[in-house]
């Protein structure tokens, strides 16, 4: 394991390790980092240490470190665009193949409007994998128009357009807001929103 001192005072040992995350408007070091926003929440980057998925030990790139490394958040995307898909594929499987996994035999089996989820191979940070060089125009390709719920930061639900049956924007609202409050602990809540993808705009925000 390299020390996180060593990574930290050393660009070339920490470059192909950097990766991105998603964090929510009231990310409290959100002042002391290189971040890029997008819509309504920030893209930070940070490098794991030791260990994988929930157990892995990560160190999160401030604004001290990246200024010692000479690299700005613009730099950091793109190495992290690089290195985030090959440390932790993305994973995309339909509600149906998660039930399946777990051995849950749910009405949900019965239905035709079900959706899919986006997560990383860990299922930790799948928030970002939408980011992955692609994975919002390989989204459209398959699905043809659809909507994102961000379900935490690890992972997003994709509802395709034409298996969505309430067309209701104001009750996905809802579903999102009510399943932040009774599921999702305060720093893994990406926001309320809900978003879609043009290819001329990337990711877009319903409010």
């Not at 001192?5 to 050393?10: K, L, S, V």
């Not at 996994?101 to 940070?125: A, Q």
């Not at 009774?182 to 893994?188: M, S, T, Y």
Request: aromatic content about 12%; hydrophobic content about 40%; overall charge negative.
């Amino acid at each position: 394991m390299d020390s996180i001192i060593n990574i930290a005072n050393d660009y070339s040992m920490a470059k192909s390790k950097i990766r991105f995350r998603v964090v929510n408007k009231n990310y409290r070091n959100l002042k002391r980092v290189p971040f890029k926003k997008v819509c309504d929440f920030y893209i930070i980057f940070y490098v794991v240490v030791d260990g994988s998925g929930s157990q892995q030990i990560s160190m999160t790139i401030n604004d001290d470190i990246a200024n010692r490394w000479g690299v700005n958040a613009d730099e950091l995307y793109e190495v992290a665009l690089q290195n985030s898909p090959v440390l932790d594929p993305i994973r995309i499987k339909s509600v149906v193949d998660v039930l399946d996994e777990f051995g849950i035999d749910d009405l949900w089996k019965h239905r035709s409007d079900f959706f899919y989820i986006v997560s990383t191979k860990s299922m930790v940070n799948g928030f970002s994998a939408l980011f992955y060089p692609g994975t919002l125009r390989a989204l459209k390709e398959k699905f043809g128009d659809y909507k994102i719920l961000p379900s935490s930061v690890h992972e997003a639900l994709i509802i395709p357009e034409e298996m969505d049956v309430s067309k209701d924007l104001a009750e996905l609202f809802n579903m999102v807001s009510l399943i932040n409050m009774a599921e999702v602990d305060p720093p893994d809540r990406v926001s309320d929103n809900v978003y879609w993808y043009e290819p001329e705009k990337g990711l877009v925000a319903y409010k």
